[in-house]
């Protein structure tokens, strides 16, 4: 076996072995440039509920990459992201948080790419820090963003 079929099973092993804590919902898209073959690219925008903490809700706007490839899967997506998250009900928890713990993974390419989002408490402050970002296995990128929700009593 040659370094890179043992680079694609180890990537995809370890994608394997990090579980998908939330799924996400397909709010809406808008294209953002037409493919004459093909998808057109997007920016799509999706849902999730944070498994962990009850009440919470997040949205993510990020770019999906379109024409043959994209339709196909093959496409890598740009780094780009953005996320905002609200409290939408009483705030619980299901167990202790794990600082900078993954609530949702996307893969953004086949088999090397994927956008995260870590959840982090900021206890002086009593608020949670959504954080955004895409990694790959030789790099990651410096495109983030963050959402914070201030925990608080509901209504």
Not at 34 to 63: M, Q, T, W, Y
Not at 107 to 114: A, C, E, I, M
Request: aromatic share 6%.
């Amino acid at each position: 076996m040659n370094v890179f079929s043992r680079t694609i099973l180890l990537s995809i092993g370890l994608s394997l072995a990090i579980p998908c804590a939330a799924l996400a919902e397909e709010i809406g898209s808008v294209t953002t440039k037409f493919k004459l073959i093909g998808a057109n690219h997007k920016i799509v925008i999706e849902a999730f509920d944070d498994p962990i903490v009850k009440g919470v809700s997040c949205h993510l706007s990020r770019a999906k990459k379109g024409g043959v490839k994209g339709a196909m899967g093959l496409a890598e997506d740009t780094s780009d992201a953005s996320i905002a998250c609200r409290q939408i009900g009483p705030i619980s928890f299901t167990r202790d948080l794990k600082e900078g713990e993954k609530v949702f993974t996307k893969r953004t390419s086949l088999v090397f790419k994927t956008m995260q989002v870590v959840r982090f408490h900021d206890t002086k402050r009593n608020v949670l820090v959504y954080l955004v970002y895409s990694d790959k296995i030789v790099d990651g990128s410096p495109k983030n963003s963050i959402s914070t929700v201030p925990i608080l009593k509901w209504r």
